[in-house]
């Protein structure tokens, strides 16, 4: 069975549903787990450095800030449920990357992630993180709903 779950979150009911899954089957397994939150680099042009370097900080503290609360509600479920967890940040352009390379970095055997059920028109614009982890990732994944 699967012995490191690695749970990418980006702080959405589905993402949240889904998190409570893993952990459970995390329990039920007895697999640890890996919280993970992605962040988007700071992108923004202006004539004057000053305020991009302002906005730089402010961006990077906010959304660090944002990772750390959401890891933490990972945390402390896998706590009540007597699963070993640790957690990541990563900074990167493209989160399905950084959900691969994760996965494989910290050695784990399954991604466990939400489908934010997408159709039509909607999903062939916009695409999916979760269609490009399945696309790419040579580590199993399970989607929940």
């Known amino acids: 069975m699967f012995k490191h779950l690695l749970i990418p979150t980006d702080g959405s009911a589905a993402s949240?549903?889904?998190?409570?899954?893993?952990l459970q089957?995390?329990?039920?397994?007895?697999a640890r787990v890996?919280?993970?939150h992605v962040i988007r680099p700071f992108h923004l042009f202006a004539y004057q450095v000053d305020?991009?370097?302002?906005?730089?900080?402010?961006?990077?503290?906010?959304?660090?800030a944002l990772a750390r609360s959401l890891l933490?509600?990972?945390?402390?479920?896998a706590k009540e449920l007597g699963v070993q967890a640790d957690s990541r940040i990563v900074v990167a352009e493209h989160p399905y990357q950084a959900?691969?390379?994760?996965?494989?970095?910290?050695g784990c055997d399954l991604v466990v992630m939400a489908s934010?059920?997408?159709?039509?028109?909607?999903?062939?614009?916009?695409?999916?993180?979760?269609?490009k982890v399945l696309t790419h990732s040579t580590v199993p994944?399970?989607?929940?709903?």
């Open 99 to 106: 959900i691969i390379v994760t996965a494989g970095d910290a």
């Open 16 to 22: 949240e549903r889904a998190i409570r899954q893993a």
């Open 51 to 64: 305020l991009v370097e302002e906005s730089r900080a402010s961006y990077e503290a906010n959304t660090h």
């Open 141 to 145: 994944v399970l989607v929940l709903r």
């Open 116 to 131: 934010h059920g997408r159709r039509g028109m909607q999903a062939l614009l916009l695409g999916s993180e979760t269609q």
């Open 72 to 77: 933490d509600a990972v945390l402390r479920g």
């Open 34 to 36: 890996t919280g993970l």
């Open 25 to 30: 089957l995390a329990r039920e397994t007895g």
